[in-house]
């Protein structure tokens, strides 16, 4: 079975940098759930194994380069310059050549960043939580200081529930602000996560041109997995960024 991959349009010109975002790929497997690449969602580290290997076949993304991390819906990112499963974080930065960095996700969003020019890439959880907390604004910054210029990113949010799936109670709307919201079109307020995370990158002074946002709805296509929808059956799809090591002939 060849897997469906989405390599964003952003980052296909630039060639100091490889990224992709996975799909669920349903029937894909031994159990037929999918491409389930997520650290707490597959039944064992075999099958994540397997699974990741099937994805290097693939892509050519070797996974013993592959940094993961266990995420908590907050804002704590680390800068890595090797391959392994880090803990309690929900951002990971590299300078690192060929060291591919990742982000799980099921509805939220995976922003993955990269400044092909001063070789910082980035890659970020934003759920509701992490981007009221400011998981993408404390991402670029930390960019910023490891050498990155915010003109010189360029940045791809992937797949994630829409504003007509994101149904939340009035506590969590009032964390956003208010225009990212609608509190008539519905019976409860709904959040437009996509566009909140839009405004912080514009405000971080990356530029518009260099933004793309996927317009997939991860809860209305079923080839998302979709915690919302799936709940505990939910699998994780995997956000990747990759510095690429260009040898000079």
Not at 56 to 68: E, K, P, R, V
Request: include cysteine.
């Amino acid at each position: 079975m060849r897997l469906k991959i989405i390599y964003p349009d952003i980052f296909k010109k630039i060639e100091g940098v490889t990224s992709l975002f996975t799909l669920a790929n349903r029937g894909f497997g031994i159990d037929g759930k999918g491409l389930d690449l997520g650290l707490n969602s597959t039944n064992s580290k075999e099958e994540l194994y397997s699974n990741l290997k099937s994805l290097s076949d693939q892509t050519g993304i070797d996974f013993s380069n592959l940094a993961l991390v266990n995420q908590i819906h907050g804002t704590e990112i680390n800068h890595v310059k090797r391959a392994g499963i880090y803990n309690d974080a929900d951002g990971l930065i590299t300078t690192t050549p060929n060291l591919a960095i990742s982000i799980q996700v099921a509805d939220c969003a995976a922003v993955l960043i990269a400044d092909p020019v001063n070789y910082v890439a980035g890659a970020f959880h934003a759920g509701w939580r992490g981007a009221v907390a400011g998981i993408v604004p404390n991402g670029v910054r930390k960019m910023v200081d490891t050498g990155a210029d915010p003109k010189k990113m360029h940045v791809y949010v992937s797949a994630c529930i829409s504003i007509e799936k994101f149904e939340v109670g009035e506590e969590v709307a009032h964390k956003f602000p208010n225009k990212f919201c609608d509190f008539t079109s519905y019976r409860k307020p709904h959040v437009d996560l996509k566009s909140f995370i839009r405004h912080q990158l514009l405000t971080a002074e990356i530029p518009e041109e260099q933004i793309e946002i996927s317009q997939h709805c991860t809860f209305q296509n079923t080839d998302f997995y979709s915690y919302r929808r799936e709940r505990e059956n939910a699998g994780r799809m995997l956000g990747i960024i990759m510095l690429n090591k260009i040898i000079n002939t």
